[in-house]
Every structure is written in C-alpha cells, then in structure tokens.
T-cell receptor, first 111, second 112 residues
Framework: DAKTTQPPSMDCAEGRAANLPCNHS???????VYWYRQIHSQGPQYIIH???NNETNEMASLIITEDRKSSTLILPHATLRDTAVYYC????????????FGAGTQVVVTP | DAGITQSPRHKVTETGTPVTLRCHQTENHRYMYWYRQDPGHGLRLIHYSYGVKDTDKGEVSDGYSVSRSKTEDFLLTLESATSSQTSVYFCATTGTETYEQYFGPGTRLTVT
C-alpha cells in the first residue's frame, strides 16, 4: 500500500489560507487521495478526495500534482474552528479494510 | 453526517471482565469498521465488516472479536479486558458512492 508523509505540525493565521502538503510518492494508478480532519476528541471528519483532477467543495480545495506523487489541501480562509489534526490517506476500493491513518499534521490556527 | 451512534460513550471496567461496545448506523451502509486511537499511534483498524455476518481482521485484532447480525449494528467485544486495551474506540461506516468514511463520536474505555 502507498504511504503518505505529512509535516507533523503547522501554524496558520486566522483568515489566511492554510496549505497542507502531503507526499505520496508510491501511489498507484487506482488509488485515491483522501483528506480527513480530527478536532480534539471527536471522530475524524471527511473533507475531500480526488484521483487526478483538482477538487473543490465547501470545505476545501485539493490540488494533486500531475505525477500524483504529492497533493496539497487548501483551507481558503482558516478559522479557529479549523484547528485540528489533518490526515492525508491514499486508498483504493481494492483495499477494503486498509484505510490507514498516519500521524497527520496538527494545524493550529491563531488569532 | 451519517447517523452513527456508539454506546456506551464512556466505560470503566476491571481487568479480566468482558466488555461489549455497540455501533449503530441508520444509513444502511454495507461496510463498518472499528478503530482504536491511542496517543502516539493514531487510528488503528481493529476489525471491519463487509456485510451481515461477514467480518475480517485489521492490524490490531488480537484480544478483540466482532459480530454483525444486522446491517445497522456492529459489536466489538473484549473477551477479557486488559489495561493495554484502555483507549478511545471509534466506529465508522463507508458510503458506497464516494467511499468516504463517516465516524461515530467514540467510546472512551478505561480498564483498571
């Protein structure tokens, strides 16, 4: 299975864009990139996912490089409520039961 | 959010006692999962189910068993609880259109 690498932590000023990188250099052609976040003591929350193309929803944007070896999650206008651990996961429907969460990135949004 | 509830939300039990945690969903999702989360280890998969009576092991299944007799319920049992099983347990389900996982609120289990 492909694994991901994320920075352990990052800070972001409230109102600014937060750009969270993820490296997945061994990703295979049928693996999606998923992003989740976990606010302290709550269950993880789905944010967005993509295969090749960039994706945007009401929460965030996902930018996937052309070679698919890395991606960036963008929170366009960070708020204090975006303080959380963000997980980048690669996954395919061939791997039911292998949805692996790594250590993630602790994002702290400051006033 | 998918309608996922977990019970109990908090439990303290003694070493050697059996414990059953319940996950209930109202979305009719086929796939259900049990994870545990510990400091320094992140979320780790214990068991998962791909249908009624169909289950399989995850990466940390030793000491745990599961059962799924109905689509909506997935039970996690610790046959004889140990202190190493003190953890926060999360249940999740997977939608079959976009495959994102929906998580329950978690159960905090303390084994003394």
């Amino acid at each position: 299975d492909a694994k991901t690498t994320q920075p352990p932590s990052m800070d972001c000023a409230e109102g600014r864009a937060a750009n969270l990188p993820c490296n997945h250099s061994t990703i295979s052609g049928n693996e999606y990139v998923y992003w989740y976040r976990q606010i302290h003591s709550q269950g993880p929350q789905y944010i967005i996912h993509g295969l090749k193309n960039n994706e945007t929803n009401e929460m965030a944007s996902l930018i996937i490089t052309e070679d698919r070896k890395s991606s960036t999650l963008i929170l366009p206008h960070a708020t204090l409520r975006d303080t959380a651990v963000y997980y980048c996961i690669v996954w395919t429907t061939d791997s039911w039961g292998k949805f692996q969460f790594g250590a993630g990135t602790q994002v702290v949004v400051t006033p | 959010d998918a309608g996922i509830t977990q019970s109990p939300r908090h439990k303290v039990t003694e070493t050697g006692t059996p414990v059953t945690l319940r996950c209930h969903q109202t979305e009719n999702h086929r796939y259900m999962y049990w994870y545990r989360q510990d400091p320094g280890h992140g979320l780790r998969l214990i068991h998962y189910s791909y249908g009624v009576k169909d289950t399989d092991k995850g990466e940390v299944s030793d000491g745990y068993s599961v059962s799924r007799s109905k689509t909506e319920d997935f039970l996690l049992t610790l046959e004889s609880a140990t202190s190493s099983q003190t953890s926060v347990y999360f249940c999740a389900t997977t939608g079959t259109e976009t495959y994102e996982q929906y998580f329950g609120p978690g159960t905090r289990l303390t084994v003394t």
